[in-house]
């Protein structure tokens, strides 16, 4: 699911060059290692299973990260310009989507609590930035 509260109606085209494939390649070799690990952490994933199916980094302008019904999560190229913390409060937000496709109150009860209860203090923090 997206992030719809930042979603905005842009007619750019997407910005593409040596800067975008500079960060495709950095978030390629960043991004799959930390869902993992944060995966492993939360519980989302061990040694024999993993809830999630494939990654895809994603270069696009309306979210900063998906989650498929197949479990395929899509992230942004764009997260690896975003402070540390909510990179990850991205990453743990789409991985709470494996298990509730909305964002219900399981959906934010889950993620607040992955959070250690700041979820609300990273949503408004994340609205300062746009992709
Ligand atoms: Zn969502």
Known sequence: MIFKFIYRRRRRPKPSGPEIE???????????????????????????HCEYRRIFIKNNLTNWGSCSSKGNINLNLRLMLLPEHLRDYVILHELCHLRYPNHGKEFHSLLNSLCNGQEKQLREELRGYHT
């Open 22 to 48: 500079r960060l495709r390649a950095e978030a390629k070799a960043f991004l799959p290692d930390r869902l993992r690990e944060l995966a492993v952490q939360k519980g989302f994933a061990d040694g024999s």
